[in-house]
């Protein structure tokens, strides 16, 4: 069994995308590993959310993971800013983390370019505390996309460090975790690229049924094929992806021989797709909604998972302090 660490990002609501790439393999991992879920609401402070967005947005994802299936039971669920062994092992990581590396990091590159009046020093050091988030458990596997890999790897590097300058064996390396089968990509609306928050081509799972009608409606389409069995293009290759998770075989099936037989009426087939969306999501709709009305819920869960993250957190640091030379007279 390993111990897994995750960290989920605390702004803007779940689609499509997230639910079939990440979520889905979250869901299934939780009964296989000892799982370390977390909502990084410290992180998120490096874009100034409002007091009032920030708490908003941590509690519609706790709502809207627990809706989509996360169990509180079967692995730990917490809030970031509820361990705050965290913060102290993120500080004494910082004092091995080098600026000339931090600044070379893409991700802040990247945010140096998006922000440039906000380049913080929260912002530079992010990797540090993505290193204590993980190492704080010991995991052994971080499930992470592509664009997370560089942070991956700087938390590798400082759990070798910090090894190498105590000359101890005590953090693991954090190795990706490999989800096995290849991640179903899901394509957006827009006809090319996937579904994202930023390129604004998403269905979320707390998108009414009337949204999610007037979306799929306006999907980019083409004048329809004009010779027989001919190649689908990007975009309506798109939609039978969306087909493929949502819809039955048999209407999958359909739609392919009338796209084939040069018939295909994409008015038809977008109103299909939008129905069998419509039926996926609402279920998970209705369970965030009655979630999010259950405060005593949500503060139940979020007890409880800082209770056992904290039992974890707190072992190390304790074993932290005193490899570093902190100790009790
Ligand atoms: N940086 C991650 C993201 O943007 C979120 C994150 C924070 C994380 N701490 C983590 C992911 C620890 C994995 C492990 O998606």
Redesign the pocket.
């Known amino acids: 069994m390993e111990t897994v ?5 605390s702004t803007g609501n779940l689609h499509l995308g997230n639910y079939f790439g990440a979520l889905k393999n979250f869901i299934k991992m939780q009964h296989e590993n000892n799982c370390f879920f977390f909502i ?1 609401d410290y ?1 998120s402070l490096t874009t100034h959310p409002t007091p009032g967005d920030l708490h908003g947005s941590v509690k519609q994802v706790l709502a809207e993971y627990l809706a989509c299936g996360l169990d509180p039971e079967a692995a730990t669920l917490y809030l970031q800013s509820d361990v705050p062994e965290v913060t102290e092992l993120y500080l004494l990581l910082n004092m091995n983390a080098y600026v000339g590396e931090l600044e070379r990091t893409t991700s802040f590159k990247d945010k140096v370019r998006k922000q440039p009046e906000n380049v913080n020093a929260g912002l530079l050091t ?1 990797p540090v ?2 290193a204590a ?2 190492i704080i458990h010991n995991a052994s596997k ?1 499930p ?1 996309g592509k ?2 890999e560089q ?1 991956l790897e700087m938390a590798r590097k400082f759990a070798r460090r910090f090894n190498n300058l105590y000359k101890v064996k005590y953090f693991t390396e954090p190795q990706p975790y490999n989800f096995g089968q290849v991640l179903i990509k899901i394509p957006g609306l827009d006809g090319t690229g996937k579904m994202g928050k930023s390129e604004g081509n998403g269905i979320y799972l707390v998108d009414d049924p009337k949204d999610i009608r007037k979306k799929v409606m306006r999907a980019v389409t083409d004048s329809g094929p004009t010779e027989m069995n001919s190649e689908m293009p990007e975009p309506i290759q798109n939609l039978f992806t969306l087909m493929d998770v949502v819809s039955e075989k048999s209407t999958i099936d359909f739609f392919k021989e009338k796209y084939a037989n040069c018939e295909i009426r994409y008015g038809d087939l977008k109103k299909q797709l939008a129905e069998d969306i419509i039926n996926f999501t609402s279920p998970i709709r209705e369970k965030i909604l009655e979630i999010s009305a259950n405060n005593n819920y949500l503060r139940k869960v979020a007890n409880m998972g800082a209770e056992k993250a904290r039992e974890s957190a707190s072992k190390t640091i304790k074993e932290v302090r005193e490899i570093i030379g902190f100790k009790p007279f």
């Open positions: 660490v995750s960290g989920i990002r990084a992180h992010y505390l993505m988030d993980i971080v992470v664009d997370q942070n």
